[in-house]
């Protein structure tokens, strides 16, 4: 009897471990398998906002004024249309939703890049960021698209309603100017890495792993091979090395900031990240696009690019995966 319950535990031992390394590989396959491409472009489409919001600010006005009054505006109206208008420079805003891979940024590089082609030199683009960060090199390149645009002396503003943290922040802080909501989330200028480890439940049930690196430094810390002190040093001197980079970034773009104390990791109220010149105003994205829109053309740019069914299960974990982060101190 007690034969068989020790073969059982064993059985359901083994069946955990090749589940997890199942997910594992799933989970690599996923993460690092790129979009299948086609000859089609990703398609841009473009909205007008000003005239959107013109259209809505008309139909409750027709919905609340008296016949007179709708008569009389009309009479304005007509004679304003009538009237040579002078010369209106253009606001384009993109909107940029970050998961841990950063999956928008190609999206994002299409659209820069036919933006670059048409950009006057008094028009502006506005991205409004929504992201806690993620995996360095995806925020690394999303962050070097917009630097794209300062390149070319476009003006460049960064607008966060809610978080931009981490590969969030480092890809904010490369616009000219940062527009924050109050109560958004500001910072985790810091990197981080972890991963469970099975190699002890490997030991204790006689399971050999077999890991071969060519390279003293090719693999450091993994989930199924020994923890040694030198395995984990050597990964916390890469996490330093990534760190040292994140923060010359930040200093290279906001040079006002005190790099050391606000390089921690911690993440702080917009109000509190005004003081700290991590962002310079306090207001939604709504308020600074209607106010940009009182002498300025609005346009919405977006594009969806084709996904195949592995990219659409991505999306899906990882916005899953930001959602539980995000309530995680």
């Not at 360095?136 to 309603?161: E, H, K, P």
């Not at 922040?169 to 958004?184: L, R, S």
Request: net charge positive; aromatic share 6%.
């Amino acid at each position: 009897m007690q034969t068989f319950a020790d073969w059982a535990q064993f059985s359901v031992s083994a069946a955990v471990v090749l589940l997890l390394l199942i997910l594992v590989i799933l989970l690599v396959l996923l993460i690092v398998k790129r979009k299948k491409q086609t000859t089609d472009p990703t398609e841009i489409n473009i909205e007008n906002l000003s005239k959107k919001w013109d259209a809505a600010a008309d139909h409750l006005r027709m919905s609340i004024l008296t016949p007179d009054q709708i008569k009389s505006y009309l009479k304005e109206k007509k004679k304003k249309k009538d009237t040579p208008s002078t010369h209106k420079r253009n606001v384009f805003v993109l909107d940029f939703e970050g998961d841990v891979a950063a999956s928008q940024c190609m999206s994002l590089r299409d659209q820069i890049t036919a933006l670059t082609k048409i950009v006057q030199s008094d028009d502006e683009v506005v991205i409004r960021i929504e992201s806690p960060g993620g995996m360095v090199q995806s925020y690394g390149l999303a962050a070097s698209q917009v630097a794209r645009l300062r390149s070319r002396n476009i003006r460049v503003t960064a607008c966060v309603d809610k978080v931009a943290a981490s590969g969030g922040y480092m890809m904010a802080c490369v616009a000219d100017k940062i527009v924050a909501a109050p109560f958004a989330i500001i910072g985790s200028i810091g990197v981080v890495a972890g991963l469970p480890n099975l190699n002890r439940f490997l030991k204790k049930h006689d399971i050999d792993y077999i890991e071969q690196t060519a390279g003293e430094s090719k693999r450091t810390i993994s989930l199924f091979g020994e923890l040694t002190e030198d395995k984990k040093n050597k990964q916390q001197q890469q996490l330093n090395m990534i760190h040292r980079l994140f923060k010359n970034h930040v200093t290279q773009f906001r040079p006002s900031v005190d790099i050391e104390v606000v390089s921690t990791g911690e993440i702080w109220p917009a109000s509190e990240a005004l003081q700290l010149q991590l962002v310079d105003e306090l207001a939604t994205s709504d308020d600074l696009l209607m106010k940009l829109g009182e002498s300025a053309n609005v346009y919405l740019l977006s594009s969806e690019a084709p996904q195949d069914w592995k990219a659409k299960i991505l999306k899906k974990f990882m916005g899953q995966l930001n959602a539980l982060t995000r309530l995680l101190p």
